[in-house]
């Protein structure tokens, strides 16, 4: 079976002006997967449970884990100097990333959310970490926020990894899906999930269905039929985005979190959860959309933004699509 490496580098061959740079990227991002998800499985054994007394930007109380995760991506991104700047969820700010004069300017930049399902650390359910890469748009030496404020469409890779009964690295650079899951004996990632395809149909939605009475009533309305026996469905939500959608993809479905009155956009912010996510279902052949919009083509206003989100099988979105529409 190929290993992300080898699979990397027989990517690379295909492009003639390629530098190996982007390769490095994922590289770097593979390194810091194999640590956070070694300390993941230890995590009842050392004290790295529970919360660490401060909020993020959002007002979300932080985990230990969150700031290990955050700390231990930028660390192995910024180390190597393979990026010119990161955001991520944990960090009010985008993060630059200094170059000396004699070193060559990074092209890319990276949007993260570090450690995704923050409230199933305690608990023993799988966790997630979302990327986004871009390359810099402005033409100055540093990077400046419009850099990290550009549409999902403009994303030259974007992938999860799950944390669950085993780790693995699924990505996307526009040709596909391809899953590896990672041998923790010896520290490999293989080639287990090549070309995801979302199955054509799909029975299973996902959805924190506490929040129904200020969901908007397009959104009810479409519960209420997705009810119907004749559907055959079934709802799923682990709460931890990334192993709903993992799930889905698999096993096809629908994945969906509206407005409502504690989250009037959504609770999902579209540069390093929404887009990314929207990027990977795309390419395995689903939709990502919000109210009216596709989620890849909204033009962002502000680094932390949230969204409202739903994506899944095509014919579960343009069903769902049918609903939101009509009550516009
Ligand atoms: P994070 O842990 O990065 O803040 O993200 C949590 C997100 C997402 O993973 C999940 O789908 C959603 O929050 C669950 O929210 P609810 O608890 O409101 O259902
Ligand atoms: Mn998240
Ligand atoms: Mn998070």
Redesign the pocket.
């Known amino acids: 079976m190929k290993t992300l490496g080898e699979f990397l580098i027989a990517n690379q061959q295909k492009f003639q002006d390629s530098t190996g740079e982007f390769s490095k990227v994922i590289h770097a991002l593979r390194l810091a997967a194999k640590v956070v998800s070694h300390e993941v499985n230890k995590a009842g054994l050392v004290d790295i449970l529970g919360e660490v007394g401060t909020t993020n930007i959002q007002g979300?109380s932080q985990q230990k884990l969150d700031v290990f995760a955050h700390d231990l991506f930028i660390k192995a991104l910024t180390n190597r100097k393979i990026v010119c700047g990161i955001a991520s969820?944990e960090a009010d700010d985008f993060i630059q990333v200094k170059h000396s004069e004699s070193e060559k300017e990074s092209k890319y930049i990276v949007l993260i959310?570090p450690?995704?399902?923050?409230?199933n650390i305690d608990v023993n359910v799988s966790l997630g970490t979302i990327f986004s890469i871009y390359k810099k748009k402005s033409k100055g030496s540093e990077v400046v926020l419009d850099d990290f404020l550009q549409a999902g469409t403009e994303q030259v890779a974007a992938g999860y990894i799950l944390y669950g009964t085993s780790t693995l690295f699924v990505y996307t650079t526009g040709q596909g899906v391809n899953g590896f899951t990672l041998n923790p004996a010896i520290g490999t990632f293989y080639l287990s999930h090549p070309n995801i395809t979302l199955p054509r149909e799909g029975h299973i939605y996902s959805i924190?269905e506490a929040n129904y009475a200020s969901f908007p009533q397009a959104v009810k309305d479409f519960l209420k039929k997705s009810k119907a026996e004749d559907l055959n469905y079934t709802t799923r939500y682990i709460?931890?985005?990334?192993s709903?959608i993992h799930r889905n993809m698999l096993k096809g479905g629908l994945f969906l979190?509206p407005p409502n009155a504690k989250s009037p956009n959504g609770?999902?912010r579209l540069l390093y959860?929404c887009n990314p996510i929207a990027y990977i279902v795309e390419q395995a052949g689903g939709m990502a959309v919000s109210m009216d919009k596709r989620i890849m083509e909204i033009e962002p206003t502000e680094l932390h933004q949230r969204e409202p989100f739903f994506c899944g099988n095509s014919e579960m979105i343009d069903d769902l699509q049918g609903y939101l529409q009509k009550t516009e």
Not at 115 to 119: A, K
Not at 239 to 242: A, C, E, N, Y
Request: proline content about 0%; cysteine-free; aromatic content about 6%.
């Open positions: 979300e969820e959310d450690l995704d399902g923050s409230s924190n709460g931890s985005m990334v709903d979190y609770k999902l959860e």
